[in-house]
């Protein structure tokens, strides 16, 4: 597998000064050796917080790679904020693959939308590839998962995740690499507008939940399976762009808006 690189970002919250970016120095080649992350803080909302975690605080949100690669979720119908999220994760990274059959990342990194291009990216020390496919089909996206979790040592972002992981069927590589890719080094994210229409897998493996605005009966009985049942209340009760912080454990927060990482 390609060598990680160290990696920090910091995002304001709505209101907060110009966020800033820091990277810090490299790491090993192969074996997984390299912790890589993508990293923002936000402030939780005075108002309202719950879990562990008191109220007014800063929540470091850090999604590793490397050693001790981690999987979020990140959740909400549309409109609702996800995508800011995303790309600052996506902006925090140094090594990152993004899955984007909406085209909502075109201008986050190198786009392409072929097997040859991807092998050849993933080569380099450092990317950002956004995998915009020409048709949507299972074999392709299988092929791109399997690729990844063959190179290992980056995050892998994944829009609209219930596509091939519903309920009743999850794709086989894609399973690969949400329950075995840590141990190759490869973070995941996955994003869905439905909590109800993605895969438990997906949920059961988290380490981290980004919950934005969901009211529908199936997605909030669906996610009270797996998350803290006040946290899902909670997420019924967020305006655009807020979102309920889930650390996979014990501890969640209600946050304000994030600022876009430039």
């Known amino acids: 597998a390609g ?64 050693r001790e690669a981690q999987r979020a979720v990140i959740l909400g119908r549309t409109g609702s904020g996800k995508s800011v999220a995303a790309k600052n994760f996506i902006a925090a990274a140094d090594r990152v693959v993004v899955w984007d059959i909406r085209r909502q990342h075109s201008n986050s990194g190198h786009v392409l ?65 949400i329950t075995w890719g840590r141990m190759r080094g490869l973070g995941v994210i996955c994003i869905s507008r439905r909590p109800a229409n993605l895969h438990k ?16 009966p199936n997605d909030t009985i669906y996610l009270k399976q797996f998350v803290p049942p006040d946290a899902v209340e909670e997420a019924k009760t967020l305006h655009v762009g807020e979102f309920v912080y889930w650390n996979g454990q014990t501890s969640w927060h209600r946050h304000s808006p994030l600022l876009l990482l430039r």
């Open 113 to 177: 939308n072929s097997l040859p291009a991807l092998t050849e990216g993933i080569s380099w020390s450092e990317f950002r590839l956004i995998y915009q496919p020409v048709t949507l089909t299972e074999e392709e996206f299988g092929a791109v998962c399997l690729t990844v979790y063959r190179e290992g040592n980056m995050l892998f972002v994944v829009e609209e995740a219930d596509t091939f992981a519903t309920p009743a069927y999850i794709n086989d590589d894609f399973n690969r690499c």
């Open 201 to 216: 897998n997906c949920l059961s493996e988290m380490n981290h939940l980004l919950l934005y605005h969901v009211h529908l």
């Open 3 to 66: 060598g990680g690189v160290a990696s920090e970002s910091a995002v304001g919250t709505e209101g907060a000064e110009t966020p800033e970016s820091a990277i810090s120095g490299g790491a090993e080649q192969g074996g997984g050796n390299g912790e890589g992350a993508g990293k923002f803080e936000a402030a939780d909302n005075d108002e309202q917080s719950g879990g562990s975690g008191g109220k007014g605080g800063v929540e470091s949100i850090s999604i590793r790679t490397g």
